[in-house]
C-alpha cells in the first residue's frame, strides 16, 4: 500500500544511502518524458525537505531544459535487497552551473567527478513509498567506470565547448550550458 510523506522521514534517507542507482524523470508541455538511470556516489539529502544530484556531461541536458520549462522532478530509488521498497520524491529542481552564485555551497557536499556539469537542487514537495514486491532481487558488482574515464581523458577546452554548445533539449527547449571543463577530484 503506497503511503505518503511530507518529507523524508530517517528510514527513506538510510534506504536511499544503501542504493547504488536512482533514476530521475521530467517532462515539459508538449516534451517527451525523459527517464534517466543514474550511478555513482551522486545523490546527496541535504535536509529531509532538500535533495541534490551530481550530474555529468552526457548526450543531452533534457532535465536541465524541463526544469528551466517547469522545475517538475520526480527521483525513484528501488530496494533490490530486503524489504521490498520502491521511494518516490516528488519536487521542484533546479540546475545549479558552476558559473551559479549557489554553486560552491551546494559543490561543497559532493566529490566533483571528472565531467561534472551541474547539481540538480531539488524541494521535496512529497514523498510516497510502495511496495515494490515486484522488484527483483539484485546484487550490486560495481560501478561502470567508462563515463568517468571518458570525461578524465578530455582536452578541457574541447570538452568546454562541446558542452557549451547544448543550448536546447531534444524538443527544442532552451537550456543554460555549462562554462567550464571541471577535472574531478583524484581518486584514492
Known amino acids: ?3 505518503f510523506f511530507d518529507t523524508l522521514q530517517d ?13 530521475v524523470a521530467t517532462a515539459a508541455e508538449g516534451s517527451r518524458v525523459n527517464l534517466s538511470p543514474k550511478g555513482y556516489d551522486a545523490f546527496r539529502v ?24 517547469n522545475g517538475r522532478i520526480t527521483v525513484m530509488f528501488c ?14 529542481g533546479v540546475p545549479v552551473l558552476p558559473k551559479d552564485a549557489q554553486w560552491d555551497a551546494l559543490a561543497q557536499h559532493f566529490t566533483l567527478l571528472p565531467g561534472t556539469r551541474q547539481i540538480f537542487d ?11 514486491y515486484g522488484v527483483p532481487f539484485m546484487e550490486f558488482e560495481r560501478e561502470r567506470d567508462t563515463l568517468t574515464k571518458h570525461h578524465a581523458r578530455a582536452n578541457p577546452s574541447e570538452w ?15 537550456a543554460r550550458p555549462t562554462d567550464r571543463y571541471i577535472p574531478g577530484e583524484p581518486e584514492e
Open 46 to 69: 541535504l535536509e529531509p525537505g532538500r535533495v541534490a544530484y551530481l550530474d555529468l556531461g552526457g548526450s543531452g541536458n533534457e532535465t536541465h531544459a524541463h526544469l528551466l520549462a
Open 122 to 132: 531539488i524541494k521535496v514537495e512529497s514523498v510516497q513509498t510502495s511496495c515494490g
Open 1 to 3: 500500500m503506497a503511503e
Open 79 to 92: 530496494n533490490f535487497e530486503q524489504p521490498a521498497l520502491i521511494l518516490r520524491i516528488y519536487g521542484q
Open 160 to 174: 568546454a565547448a562541446k558542452y557549451g554548445m547544448q543550448l536546447s533539449s531534444i524538443d527544442g527547449l532552451p
Open 11 to 23: 528510514d527513506h534517507i538510510a534506504m536511499i544511502g544503501r542504493q547504488p542507482v536512482f533514476f
